[in-house]
């Protein structure tokens, strides 16, 4: 699907307003794309939904529909999900640059914090763009198998955007319509519990619509896929769980549909754990949904098909900015001769992809850089065509293993993270650790390295054993924050002077844990007449 996020972008969604009593004024315009033609032809109705996909993909750029033109400066999800967690440091060139992202490591975050205000502006885009198609896709006359097809995909992806806004802001409005002028100034915000029901209520809609992964064509692998849908409704299950569970939620409802994703058999463990974030592992049999990028001449802006996430995180002595710099305590965190360690870490004269990587400590907080953001340097540097992984199958096992822990079923989940621990055993190195090269190197690591949990274990201990493992399986991919928030150890993870920031932010909701919220942007929510979050 790489190639859809370049076809879109010469899209251009109007909607004719006019009136009056001739009727050679009622006749659509000759070409010209309309909601009201939109959904009569297939080909206009999928760039519709790709123009949904590309939102996802935004890194930085105008804030949509703004006639003014207000900028909105870079957003990524490394930025919370990483950043904000004890598996990394800022990095940069110095520590004063980019001090937006110190805000966000230490509590100290404004109304106007950039990255911030840029996570809410393009989720609200991508929301209304998804409208569109929900909205009025049933009037079409496009095929009806299409038709359910791009409904589910659409539904995926506002889930897809709410999820994004609640875990940051709590509660939001909620809009499954675009809210006319006369309506903008008087939206209401939902509760938490209530934003959840929503995204549940979509994805489940989005599961029952959506074909499985094997039932599309080659050129349309990365769309939302039935797996997907089903993969982020345990997710987002597993998050209420331990925060806001206003739902009423349960383990066995992670259990059930976790379960029912492994026994799709769509879905399997890449065989190689160090292939799994380059060109070779996009869209692999381990993908359940990843964002897709690709490479072009252009530079910063909506414009460009390719993402700018590469080179905010490369060693600044090739051709990156240095940020997001992993610490010790991941380091730390892998058992020795774990393969995924190299996989993960640059340390200081690594070769990478071939290429040397020496680490400027004047210009790197840690001595460590991210090797699963690192790419050679694309045509544009801005344009990193490295698609992102969200969702993996290793992650459904590990979810459904830690259902069965807190349903009583150790042995089960022994079994599941044993699964997850044999791949990495038996991956090679990452490519190119070698001058000039780009193989995939044996490890060598000895017998026993990475031996399988022991099948007793059970309790507290065996819930640490699968957090470990969800630590280093997914490190620096944005997962850590909200695995520590959810678990409840979030807080104790922090500084003091930092806690008692965050804890000033904390949601006032009936929670399972504690968890602070970021703030709301302050034109929107005066304009919006939302309430701001506490502390802010």
């Known amino acids: 699907m790489k190639s859809t996020r370049a076809a879109l972008l010469g899209l251009l969604l109007t909607t004719i307003l006019s009136s009056g009593c001739e009727s050679f004024l009622d006749k659509e315009p000759l070409g010209t794309t309309t909601q009201d033609n939109l959904f009569k032809d297939p080909t206009n109705a999928v760039q519709a939904i790709n123009a949904v996909y590309d939102v996802a993909a935004w890194d930085q750029g105008p804030k949509w529909g703004d006639p003014s033109g207000q900028y909105v400066a870079q957003t990524y999800e490394w930025m919370f999900g990483d950043l904000m967690t004890d598996d990394?440091?800022?990095?940069?060139?110095?520590?004063?640059?980019?001090?937006?992202?110190?805000?966000?490591?230490?509590?100290?975050?404004?109304?106007?914090?950039?990255?911030?205000?840029?996570?809410?502006?393009?989720?609200?885009?991508?929301?209304?763009?998804?409208?569109?198609?929900?909205?009025?896709?049933?009037?079409?006359?496009?095929?009806?198998?299409?038709?359910?097809?791009?409904?589910?995909?659409?539904?995926f992806l506002r889930a897809y955007f709410y999820f994004n806004?609640?875990?940051?802001?709590?509660?939001?409005?909620?809009?499954?319509?675009?809210?006319?002028p006369t309506e903008a100034p008087n939206v209401t915000r939902a509760t938490i519990a209530q934003t959840y029901a929503f995204i549940e209520k979509d994805l489940k809609e989005a599961a029952s619509l959506l074909p499985e992964k094997s039932a599309y064509a080659a050129a349309d692998l990365g769309r939302a896929?039935?797996?997907?849908?089903?993969?982020?409704?345990?997710?987002?299950?597993?998050?209420?769980?331990?925060?806001?569970?206003?739902?009423?939620?349960?383990?066995?409802?992670?259990?059930?549909?976790?379960?029912?994703?492994?026994?799709?058999?769509?879905?399997?463990?890449?065989?190689n754990y160090a292939a799994i974030h380059q060109e070779i592992g996009e869209n692999s049999s381990e993908s359940l949904f990843e964002i897709q990028f690709a490479t072009s001449n252009d530079g910063y802006g909506p414009i460009s098909v390719g993402t700018t996430s590469n080179i905010f995180q490369n060693n600044r002595r090739t051709f990156g900015y240095g940020f997001n710099n992993p610490t010790?305590?991941?380091?730390?965190?892998?058992?020795?001769?774990?393969?995924r360690r190299e996989v993960t870490i640059i340390k200081n004269n690594d070769i990478v992809l071939g290429i040397l990587n020496p680490v400027d400590l004047t210009q790197n907080a840690t001595g460590y850089f991210n090797r699963k953001a690192a790419i050679i340097a694309p045509n544009a540097p801005e344009s990193g065509p490295q698609n992102i992984r969200k969702l993996r199958y290793a992650d459904i096992l590990l979810m459904k293993a830690e259902a069965a822990a807190q349903l009583n079923r150790p042995a089960?989940?022994?079994?599941?993270?044993?699964?997850?621990?044999?791949?990495?055993?038996?991956?090679?190195?990452?490519?190119?650790?070698?001058?000039?090269?780009?193989?995939?190197?044996?490890?060598?690591?000895?017998a026993g390295t990475l031996p399988d949990l022991a099948a007793g274990l059970s309790g507290q201990a065996l819930l640490n054993a699968i957090w470990h493992e969800r630590r280093v399986e997914f490190g620096e991919e944005s997962l850590r924050l909200?695995?520590?928030?959810?678990?409840?150890?979030?807080?104790?993870?922090?500084?003091?002077?930092?806690?008692a920031r965050a804890m000033s932010h904390v949601a006032t909701e009936t929670s399972v844990n504690p968890f602070p919220l970021l703030p709301i942007s302050l034109n929107d929510a005066q304009s919006w007449k939302v309430p701001q979050n506490p502390g802010y």
């Open 88 to 155: 990394a440091e800022k990095g940069g060139s110095s520590p004063s640059d980019f001090l937006s992202l110190i805000e966000l490591k230490t509590w100290n975050i404004p109304p106007s914090n950039p990255p911030v205000t840029t996570l809410w502006v393009h989720s609200f885009t991508g929301i209304a763009r998804a409208n569109t198609v929900i909205n009025n896709i049933d009037a079409g006359t496009i095929d009806a198998a299409l038709k359910s097809r791009l409904r589910g995909e659409a539904l």
């Open 482 to 499: 909200w695995d520590l928030i959810r678990t409840g150890r979030y807080m104790s993870s922090l500084p003091p002077e930092v806690r």
């Open 225 to 271: 896929t039935k797996g997907a849908a089903n993969g982020y409704l345990a997710r987002v299950i597993m998050y209420q769980l331990g925060t806001v569970n206003g739902n009423n939620h349960t383990w066995q409802e992670v259990y059930d549909i976790t379960s029912g994703v492994i026994s799709s058999n769509q879905y399997s463990l890449l065989a």
């Open 328 to 339: 010790q305590s991941l380091v730390d965190e892998f058992e020795p001769n774990d393969p």
């Open 165 to 180: 806004l609640v875990k940051g802001f709590g509660g939001v409005p909620l809009f499954d319509k675009t809210p006319t």
């Open 412 to 446: 089960e989940a022994v079994a599941l993270v044993n699964q997850v621990r044999q791949r990495a055993r038996v991956s090679t190195r990452p490519p190119g650790t070698r001058l000039g090269t780009l193989t995939y190197d044996p490890t060598n690591a000895p």
